[in-house]
């Protein structure tokens, strides 16, 4: 089946995880989780991706991430509280839900899992500090900047980077700020010759100024 072959595609012990679960699809743009809602599942991703995002209460939003396939998410609910962040499907996925009590018994019959797990939290935790200081501190062309280079380094003119399936709405979301907002800043970057625009595509033609 196509599910046993994703699943051993995977991490051994994330593989041995994904077996316990149930297996379930899921359209592309599908809310998975919802912020606030009490679960005890964690979810191993075996296809597509996902984002991990939050919403205030006038709708706007902020991306804390995206998940590929081969890694899990939902762990921070295992300690039966709300969930802390929202997460949809990037394209169609495959995911396994694995329910509170597995994942215990998991964690009981492999303990070496154990410290993946909590290495796993920590990492994330610092992500969404990292999110939040960035909010605070810094303005949004500050949050673009970050946004940009974060992925692949500052460009030089001798080294140009390009960034393929971004879009100016999830640059938006990333940084807690409007679209509109968003490709003026990075139409008044591409005037001034430090960005090249395309359709989901971004390239970075140098290293961009601190402040504009």
Not at 68 to 81: K, V
Not at 154 to 176: D, E, F, K
Not at 189 to 212: D, F, H, M, S
Request: proline share 3%; aromatic share 6%; hydrophobic share 40%.
């Amino acid at each position: 089946m196509e599910q046993d072959r994703l699943i051993a595609k995977l991490e051994p012990a994330i593989g041995r995880l994904a077996g316990r679960g149930i297996v379930r699809s899921y359209r592309k743009n599908t809310i998975i989780i919802n912020e606030g809602e009490v679960g005890d599942s964690l979810f191993v991703l075996l296809q597509g991706e996902v984002k991990v995002y939050a919403t205030d209460e006038n709708g706007r939003e902020i991306t804390y991430g995206t998940i590929d396939a081969g890694d899990y998410f939902g762990e921070m609910s295992l300690d039966g509280g709300p969930r802390s962040a929202s997460v949809m499907t990037l394209d169609s996925c495959l995911c396994s839900l694995v329910p509170r009590a597995a994942v215990q018994q998991h964690l009981a019959d492999e303990p070496d899992f154990a410290f993946a797990l909590v290495a796993q939290v920590i990492r994330r935790a610092r992500s969404a500090t990292e999110t939040a200081r960035q909010m605070a501190l810094l303005d949004v062309y500050g949050r673009v900047i970050h946004t940009l280079e974060g992925q692949r380094g500052p460009a030089s003119s001798q080294a140009p980077v390009q960034l393929t399936q971004i879009t100016h709405q999830q640059i938006a979301s990333r940084v807690g700020a409007s679209r509109e907002m968003v490709s003026r800043l990075l139409k008044d970057l591409e005037k001034g010759g430090y960005v090249e625009l395309g359709i989901k595509q971004i390239t970075l033609k140098k290293k961009l100024p601190a402040r504009w």
